[in-house]
């Protein structure tokens, strides 16, 4: 049984979505210091809109870069599978990578970032894309 957050405070990234006539419940939670079991922040950059670009321990100030602090940390997926109706739970990396999905609007194929897992009764892929634009 995965630990749900009591707060979305705790989590570096939280969605709730309906996907077809399934549903997505993924998070992510924050991740420790690895040499100090310390809090890793984000540091700031200029922009508000631009994204970090590394997370420091606020105990031992060890630095580590994005792409590398979120790629160890696991997602947590609660999920109802919209081919099959499956109700289940699966842990996968929060590693996201590049699939193409088509745009119902502009009738045509675009790429996207996801988190891809596949449902544990019938093997069918579902994704967990960014919010598209």
């Known amino acids: 049984?995965?630990?749900e957050p009591t707060n979305v405070a705790e989590c570096l990234y939280f969605t709730?979505?309906?996907i077809g006539s399934g549903k997505v419940k993924a998070w992510v939670f924050k991740g420790?210091?690895?040499?100090?079991?310390g809090k890793m922040n984000a540091v700031k950059p200029a922009s508000a809109l631009a994204k970090p670009k590394e997370y420091v321990c606020e105990s031992c100030g060890n630095k580590v870069p994005t792409k590398e602090y979120e790629e160890s940390l696991p997602m947590n997926i609660k999920y109802i599978c919209p081919k099959c109706g499956n109700?289940?739970?699966?842990q996968v990396p929060y590693k996201r990578?590049?699939?193409k999905i088509f745009d119902?609007?502009?009738q045509?194929?675009?790429s996207a970032d996801a988190v891809q897992f596949e449902?544990?009764?019938c093997s069918d892929k579902i994704n967990v894309t960014k919010k598209l634009k």
């Open 1 to 3: 049984m995965l630990k």
């Open 16 to 18: 709730n979505r309906i």
């Open 32 to 37: 420790v210091c690895v040499k100090c079991q």
């Open 87 to 90: 109700e289940s739970e699966i």
């Open 97 to 99: 990578k590049k699939i």
């Open 104 to 106: 119902e609007e502009d």
């Open 108 to 110: 045509k194929e675009k």
């Open 119 to 121: 449902c544990s009764k």
